[in-house]
């Protein structure tokens, strides 16, 4: 295949072995949403820039180095989504969704970041997000990180753990900025060159720096717990103690500031120790200032995001069996006549049996062709109809991977021969 054909990199085909997997992450999710009140929003894929570059922060990786941005033919900016939360504030304050209400919202699709492609982590990813505003109280941070829980839980992915910290408000973050940003002032020598550059535009950011001799450097920073407001270490105190009667097992930990900028208080990450460097599969916070920022009346908001494809690597990695999607069925149409009857026939039986997942042989072929093909589908029966049994009303049912022997029913009584070896699963 020629260059120009290939797939883009870090860009993936969700091929049909993998779907059902990720069918039954989403199944999953919209089921537990439903529970939770939560309604479903779609926003589209492209927004102006600019919506992202003051959402997100511009000294920020995904705005400075991420952002698949390119004019249109009117000369505008635009920027495929790199994440969901800025548009979903800019579709619920196009529609009045938020002033004076309390919208509990979810969202799932295609994200974009030109990032460095490696396991875990791509330029087409998707996400799975939860956001609810205009709720102030550290309940709904509680429930929203609940929701979390029940749905990872549902997955069957145990292997994860929920860490928890609490960025203060906007005001108490900048006066720590400036206590961060004194203190690695003081060794700029030893900082590289990202964090030097973020020492004044964003010294938060050095926190989260992999740099062996700048992390030495974070190990006694000042911490941030030691800098909140009253009211949001009130806040934190308080989500803590719901997610604990909860029975929710967290880790406090103090360093985890997270990479957008329009965080405020609290912020959390489900990590594994399971996916190498890629270890955040949903993570989130409360982002309290976002709303005004974008041209909204104050109205406080809290969500979060996970990573699908992270989310089913992590169930391969448990062993969590797929969904069983072969058929049940293999409908054989040998002769002309029984050619006509087959699709008449299979459609009688969709109508009773919703849940019978049925192939019908397209394209004809020999008796014994059309049986490697009913082999090779997968399915447990083959259903036969020759011109013998149009002739007399009966089908055959013969089993393909048990050696049993092959019986003839009247086609009136197909529904039972199948329900009586599938069960009520096909109604
Ligand atoms: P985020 O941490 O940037 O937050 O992304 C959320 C999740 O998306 C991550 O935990 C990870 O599982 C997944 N993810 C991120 N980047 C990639 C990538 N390149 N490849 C694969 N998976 C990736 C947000 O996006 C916020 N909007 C979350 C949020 C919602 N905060 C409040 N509401």
Not at 249 to 255: A, C, D, I, Y
Not at 344 to 357: I, K, W, Y
Not at 368 to 390: F, N, P, T, Y
Request: one cysteine or more.
């Amino acid at each position: 295949m020629s260059d120009s054909l290939q797939s883009i990199r870090g860009m993936n085909d969700i091929l049909p072995s993998q779907t059902p997997r990720w069918q039954a992450v989403e199944a999953s999710a919209r089921r537990i949403f439903e529970a939770y009140g939560y309604d479903e929003i779609r926003m589209p894929l492209l927004e102006n820039t600019a919506l992202f570059s003051r959402a997100i922060g511009e000294v920020t990786d995904i705005v400075e180095k991420e952002m698949y941005t390119f004019l249109d033919r009117n000369g505008d900016s635009l920027t495929l989504r790199p994440e969901g939360t800025a548009g979903c504030v800019r579709a619920g304050l196009s529609h009045g969704l938020l002033h004076n209400q309390t919208p509990r919202l979810w969202y799932s699709g295609a994200m974009f970041r030109h990032e460095r492609p490696q396991k875990g982590r791509y330029r087409q990813f998707h996400q799975i997000g939860a956001e609810a505003f205009g709720m102030e109280g550290p309940d709904i941070d509680a429930e929203i990180i609940l929701l979390s829980a029940r749905l990872l839980k549902s997955l069957g992915i145990g292997a994860v753990r929920l860490q928890l910290n609490s960025l203060g408000t906007q005001a108490a973050r900048m006066a720590y900025r400036e206590v961060l940003a004194d203190y690695f002032r003081q060794s700029a020598s030893a900082l590289d060159e990202d964090s030097l550059r973020r020492l004044d535009s964003n010294p938060l950011r050095i926190l989260d720096s992999k740099h062996p001799a700048v992390q030495d450097l974070i190990a006694t920073a000042p911490a941030l717990p030691d800098h909140l407001d009253a009211e949001s270490r009130e806040h934190f105190a308080r989500l803590c103690e719901l997610l604990t009667v909860a029975g929710i097992e967290f880790v406090l930990n103090p360093r985890l500031v997270r990479g957008l900028d329009y965080y405020s208080r609290t912020v959390f990450e489900w990590t594994t120790d399971r996916l190498g460097a890629q270890d955040a599969v949903c993570s989130g916070g409360r982002y309290d200032g976002l709303v005004e920022m974008l041209g909204g009346k104050p109205t406080p908001a809290v969500g979060w995001a996970l990573g699908l494809e992270r989310i089913v690597a992590l169930m391969e990695d448990a062993g969590v069996a797929a969904p069983d999607v072969t058929p049940h069925a293999y409908l054989v149409a040998a002769g002309d006549e029984a050619g006509r009857q087959s699709m008449r026939l299979a459609e009688r039986l969709r109508d009773r049996l919703p849940g019978l997942r049925l192939l019908v042989n397209c394209g004809g072929g020999s008796f014994k062709s059309q049986m490697k093909r009913a082999d090779k589908s997968g399915a447990s029966v083959a259903l036969i109809l020759g011109d013998q049994e149009c002739s007399d009303e009966t089908i055959a049912l013969k089993a393909l991977r048990e050696d049993v022997a092959q019986e003839t029913v009247k086609q009136d009584s197909v529904v039972d021969a199948l329900l009586a070896r599938f069960g009520e699963t096909l109604l």
